[in-house]
């Protein structure tokens, strides 16, 4: 694939604001090929802790350290890892999927659905269904972080008004990259194994998100809506996305999005 400088003229000027972090490269790394697009896909939380995009193991962390990390996730064998892997390819199925996807399956009709008839739609079907009143409860604050979540993006310059989130499915996937590479830094996945995980990581992305604003949008509301505070989580990962998204040197803007299958896996 030959590199491109994706220009963005319409960046709005206050996401440009909050372009604040530093990209760092591993010059050993893929930098513009099919693994490169599946590391760029993890790219928010290696920005974030100011580590090189694009390398397939985590900087200064020996394979014990690495095993450490990954207990603590319940994964403590090749097998975990494995399954784990499994588990984080499968980036729909929670409380949060259910919601957002309501609202698409309303969006379909080309009309988005106030959130006061969103709210009123899901209630009544959580009613029909005979769900408890927990499943109302979840419901109701789902929904009122996506509204406070939304907001907060158009204001930054994130999301174009109107423009709504449709999943949180680059969460998972952002998450899946990051398994990837920890299995390569525990030694619990050779590099075939870890290459191949990232492959199918970049081939979800694919079906899912047609661009990388999107995607980005998927992702910082995933970290958001599964933190205690979302706008602390928000505070936390804009910077990265958005210079992810504007810094002339990012993957983001220099790699295509994986929208379709263009390499000899």
């Given at each position: 694939?030959?590199?491109?400088?994706?220009?963005?003229?319409?960046?709005?000027?206050?996401?440009?604001?909050?372009?604040?972090?530093?990209?760092?490269?591993?010059?050993?790394?893929?930098?513009?090929?099919?693994?490169?697009?599946?590391?760029?896909?993890?790219?928010?939380?290696?920005?974030?802790?100011?580590?090189?995009?694009?390398?397939?193991?985590?900087?200064?962390?020996?394979?014990?350290?690495?095993?450490?990390?990954?207990?603590?996730?319940?994964?403590?064998?090749?097998?975990?890892?494995?399954?784990?892997?499994?588990?984080?390819?499968?980036?729909?199925?929670?409380?949060?999927?259910?919601?957002?996807?309501?609202?698409?399956?309303?969006?379909?009709?080309?009309?988005?659905?106030?959130?006061?008839?969103?709210?009123?739609?899901?209630?009544?079907?959580?009613?029909?269904?005979?769900?408890?009143?927990?499943?109302?409860?979840?419901?109701?604050?789902?929904?009122?972080?996506?509204?406070?979540?939304?907001?907060?993006?158009?204001?930054?310059?994130?999301?174009?008004?109107?423009?709504?989130i449709r999943s949180v499915a680059g969460h998972r996937l952002s998450w899946a990259v990051s398994v990837a590479r920890w299995g390569s830094s525990s030694g619990y996945g050779d590099y075939q194994a870890v290459r191949q995980a990232l492959l199918a990581?970049?081939?979800?992305?694919?079906?899912?998100?047609?661009?990388?604003?999107?995607?980005?949008?998927?992702?910082?509301?995933?970290?958001?809506?599964?933190?205690?505070?979302?706008?602390?989580?928000?505070?936390?990962?804009?910077?990265?996305?958005?210079?992810?998204?504007?810094?002339?040197?990012?993957?983001?803007?220099?790699?295509?999005?994986?929208?379709?299958?263009?390499?000899?896996?």
């Open positions: 694939m030959i590199p491109r400088h994706t220009p963005l003229p319409d960046v709005p000027a206050v996401l440009r604001a909050h372009a604040t972090s530093t990209i760092t490269v591993d010059p050993r790394g893929p930098l513009y090929d099919d693994l490169a697009q599946a590391l760029a896909l993890g790219a928010v939380v290696r920005v974030d802790e100011h580590q090189p995009w694009n390398s397939l193991d985590v900087a200064d962390v020996s394979t014990y350290s690495a095993r450490v990390f990954l207990a603590e996730h319940g994964i403590n064998s090749a097998d975990d890892w494995t399954a784990a892997l499994g588990e984080a390819l499968n980036p729909s199925g929670n409380d949060i999927d259910s919601v957002l996807g309501f609202r698409a399956d309303l969006m379909r009709t080309g009309e988005t659905p106030t959130t006061g008839r969103w709210r009123a739609e899901m209630h009544e079907w959580l009613h029909d269904t005979d769900q408890t009143d927990d499943a109302h409860d979840a419901v109701d604050r789902i929904i009122t972080a996506v509204d406070d979540i939304e907001t907060m993006f158009t204001s930054a310059g994130l999301l174009e008004p109107g423009i709504k990581v970049r081939d979800l992305a694919g079906r899912h998100f047609v661009d990388w604003n999107e995607y980005a949008a998927s992702t910082i509301a995933g970290f958001a809506l599964e933190a205690d505070d979302h706008t602390a989580a928000i505070t936390t990962y804009l910077p990265p996305v958005a210079t992810l998204l504007v810094a002339a040197d990012s993957p983001w803007r220099n790699l295509t999005f994986p929208t379709d299958l263009d390499f000899a896996l």
